[in-house]
């Protein structure tokens, strides 16, 4: 049967993530392609006792349905997290619940997105925001990432040039490269995005799981009336439990409210009411903590394996958060090549590849910290490193050039 799907199919990426973790899922595999929290971490105990305290307390109206805005007490809490971590001064009612940080991207994409409206984003960008970007067929324009965050002159040139509807970006411990934003870098996209008018995008899917360095300014902070910032519990609590929020200023958060009517109604209420429990009833400053000293552990484990292991030339970030590293091979090496090398030595890897809109990135590579044990992690990185050693020695003209 032939299918007549509408055209803006045609022009939205195939999940190449998912393709490659069909392959990647067999249990004798050592995958660091995938970007799963670590699952030890989940409050288990804590989310069954209160998932029965709701359903036999609440009941009715847990499972009834429910406001668009989601539930007050959730959004306040929210609020008062954005002050205490951040400073920032949010009403609840500048705040949606949201089916996971996910949801904001497409929401988001719905408001302002017309067909060949330039949506500007970090090279390389988050691959879900280009996928739930590109249903509504934009041009996207990049921004190279330095090590200290987007190139200035670069988003200069495009804010002036392109006139994007928005700047997508994640200040803090990217994905897929695990880089923060420095301060100065942080005032001077304000500054540039101030005078050209530009919406920011501001993804936060990160910023709780910082685990070294000191706390950077939001986007929020410099820019409020400008910055949509995006939020979520699926580092900190769980991601099965899909919610997220976008916090914005009220006549955007309005068309949000307008959109996610016509797309679901409402989030989730049952886990809205169990999320609002727990962090009413247990204590959450803790368990992030916990969540973010692992997560160092892990990712001090995998940077000492990789400066043992990896060839010279291949070069690496040192992220300060988040649960990815991102590798970059000499000039002229494949990223796919490697992960055809090392899937046959049992170890995955993400190429960096969709993490471009422009076809670039064919030499980069994303490795995920936050999914393996420490031994997983030196066994893994330590067979990588000979599959490059090998790569390099065999094609060494590559590596002269
Ligand atoms: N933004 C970024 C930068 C992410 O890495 C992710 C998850 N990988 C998301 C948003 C979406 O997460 P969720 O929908 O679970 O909140």
């Known amino acids: 049967m032939q299918y007549t799907f509408a055209s803006r199919m045609e022009k939205t990426p195939r999940s190449f993530i998912r393709e490659i973790l069909k392959v990647t899922q067999r249990p004798e595999i050592i995958s660091f392609a995938g970007g799963l929290p670590n699952p030890a971490l989940f409050p288990v105990k804590e989310l069954a006792e209160t998932a029965e305290k709701v359903i036999v307390e609440e009941g009715t109206a847990a499972l009834q349905y429910a406001t668009t805005e989601g539930h007050p007490p959730l959004r306040e809490w929210i609020a008062e997290r954005y002050k205490k971590r951040l400073g920032l001064e949010i009403s609840p009612d500048e705040i949606l619940i949201t089916n996971g940080s996910q949801q904001c991207l497409d929401l988001i994409g719905k408001i302002f997105i017309n067909k060949d409206s330039v949506v500007a984003l970090e090279r390389p960008g988050y691959l879900g925001a280009i996928q739930a970007f590109s249903m509504y067929e934009p041009k996207f324009s990049t921004i190279s990432l330095t090590s200290e965050g987007p190139d200035i002159h670069e988003l200069g040139q495009v804010l002036d040039k392109d006139k994007p509807c928005f700047f997508y970006g994640v200040p803090n411990s990217q994905n897929p490269s695990g880089i923060t934003w420095s301060r100065e870098n942080r005032k001077a996209v304000a500054e540039r995005l101030e005078r050209a008018e530009t919406v920011f995008v501001e993804d936060d899917a990160y910023g709780e799981l910082k685990f070294r360095g000191e706390q950077m300014p939001s986007m929020k902070e410099l820019i409020p009336e400008l910055t949509v910032m995006t939020g979520s519990f699926s580092k900190i609590i769980a991601p099965g439990m899909r919610m997220g929020w976008i916090c914005a200023p009220t006549p955007i958060l309005e068309q949000a409210v307008t959109v996610k009517q016509g797309t679901d109604l409402h989030s989730n209420i049952l886990s809205q009411r169990i999320i609002s429990r727990f962090l009413a009833n247990y204590p959450v400053d803790a368990h992030i903590a916990r969540i973010s000293a692992a997560y160092e552990s892990q990712c001090d484990c ?100």
């Not at 043992?308 to 988040?322: A, H, I, K, Q």
């Not at 090496?333 to 064919?362: N, Q, W």
């Open 302 to 401: 995998m940077l000492s394996a990789i400066q043992s292991e990896f060839p010279e030339g291949v070069s690496y970030t040192r992220p300060d958060g988040g649960m990815f590293i991102w590798a970059t091979l000499p000039k002229g090496y494949s990223s796919m090549e490697l992960f055809d090398r090392a899937i046959k030595k049992d170890v995955a890897i993400l190429p960096g590849l969709p993490f471009y809109t422009d076809g670039g990135g064919s030499d980069t590579v994303r490795l995920n910290f936050s999914n393996s044990t420490p031994e997983r992690i030196e066994e893994g990185i330590s067979r990588l490193g000979q599959v490059l050693r090998e790569y390099l020695k065999e094609t060494p003209e590559l590596h002269a050039a």
